[in-house]
Nanobody
Framework: QVQLVESGGGLVQAGGSLRLSCAAS????????MGWFRQAPGKEREFVAA????????YYADSVKGRFTISRDNAKNTVYLQMNSLKPEDTAVYYC??????????????????WGQGTQVTVSS
């Protein structure tokens, strides 16, 4: 069982930045695939970014490419999502998730077995 605790959400003006953090339990964190997803009201949960066990393998949704950066600190069992140039359409609840296998399809929600509770990000215009 893996537990995830997210933090860092909040209210920010358009053009601003936030950094989300997700701390995970588990002895083999370095082998996990880690993903960030988001869900806006009335919409389905969508892929944002992911990283496999090798931090060099990162994936981004087209809507956030060039603005968001996913990173991980295996020593701290933590994955981060740095969000810059935020837009009102980025407003959503953001979830981190764990792929314990480590190499499943990074952008598919079905690849992830464990999910955090979510953190709200609100971008005002």
């Amino acid at each position: 069982q893996v537990q995830l605790v997210e933090s860092g959400g909040g209210l920010v003006q358009a053009g601003g930045s936030l950094r989300l953090s997700c701390a995970a339990s588990g002895r083999t964190f370095s082998r996990y695939g880690m993903g960030w997803f988001r869900q806006a009201p009335g919409k389905e949960r969508e892929f944002v970014a992911a990283t496999r066990w090798s931090a060099g393998d990162t994936y981004y949704a087209d809507s956030v490419k060039g603005r968001f950066t996913i990173s991980r600190d295996n020593a701290k069992n933590t994955v981060y999502l740095q969000m810059n140039s935020l837009k009102p359409e980025d407003t959503a609840v953001y979830y981190c998730a764990v792929d314990p296998v480590g190499w499943r399809t990074a952008w598919a929600t079905s690849s992830y077995d464990y999910w955090g509770q979510g953190t709200q990000v609100t971008v005002s215009s």
